[in-house]
T-cell receptor, first 117, second 112 residues
Framework: AAGVIQSPRHLIKEKRETATLKCYPIPRHDTVYWYQQGPGQDPQFLISFYEKMQSDKGSIPDRFSAQQFSDYHSELNMSSLELGDSALYFC????????????????FGEGSRLTVL | AQSVSQHNHHVILSEAASLELGCNYSYGGTVNLFWYVQYPGQHLQLLLKYFSGDPLVKGIKGFEAEFIKSKFSFNLRKPSVQWSDTAEYFCAVMDSSYKLIFGSGTRLLVRP
């Protein structure tokens, strides 16, 4: 079965550079969530989109932005990277239209590991 | 705001030992609770979930969890662990915006 695809899997950047992470949800899923997991930490919610509109916002820095496109894939753009941005970035998708999201049926991708030097 | 606390950050067990990982949540209303597992180098996978009904929830791979409302707890259990259960386990609660709030995780190491 198709899963959530994230790219790139690994990314190395220098401070003050820009990075873009991509997330391709499970086909027909309409909701995308982004989480950030720092080293040894729990995943922290960043932002979510439902039907291409931002639906919720968490602890996402102003230097970060995200959007969901017409094909439901999402991109997380990070600018002016800092050392503290080094983390594993998870994308998850769900089909909210059926109410499944309300029961926690989030399907996670394998994550994109960002290292900022 | 809702929060989740996991008491044990690291647990080391021998194979066939019984497992219980603690999880407490802060919200006093209706809650949806989850346990996710993250195997080394892999993504989060749903182990089990509770949103209503029988407070004893059975999940995949022989795991179960018991929702005790009076104690605000949702502890994860397995009667006999295997080496392949070595992973990090996250308890999570769904907040009013339908996003997950995770606990800090418990790293389980099972020695063969």
């Amino acid at each position: 079965a198709a899963g959530v695809i994230q790219s790139p899997r690994h990314l190395i950047k220098e401070k003050r550079e820009t990075a873009t992470l991509k997330c391709y949800p499970i086909p027909r899923h309409d909701t995308v969530y982004w989480y950030q997991q720092g080293p040894g930490q729990d995943p922290q919610f960043l932002i979510s989109f439902y039907e291409k509109m931002q639906s919720d916002k968490g602890s996402i820095p102003d230097r970060f932005s995200a959007q969901q496109f017409s094909d439901y894939h999402s991109e997380l753009n990070m600018s002016s990277l800092e050392l503290g941005d080094s983390a594993l970035y998870f994308c998850a998708s769900s089909l909210e239209a059926s109410g499944r999201a309300r029961t926690g049926e989030l399907f996670f991708g394998e994550g994109s590991r960002l290292t900022v030097l | 705001a809702q929060s989740v606390s996991q008491h044990n950050h690291h647990v080391i067990l021998s194979e066939a030992a019984s497992l219980e990982l603690g999880c407490n949540y802060s919200y006093g209303g209706t809650v949806n609770l989850f346990w996710y597992v993250q195997y080394p180098g892999q993504h989060l996978q749903l182990l089990l979930k509770y949103f209503s009904g029988d407070p004893l929830v059975k999940g995949i791979k022989g795991f179960e969890a018991e929702f005790i409302k009076s104690k605000f707890s949702f502890n994860l259990r397995k009667p006999s662990v295997q080496w392949s259960d070595t992973a990090e386990y996250f308890c999570a609660v769904m907040d009013s915006s339908y996003k997950l709030i995770f606990g800090s995780g418990t790293r389980l190491l099972v020695r063969p």
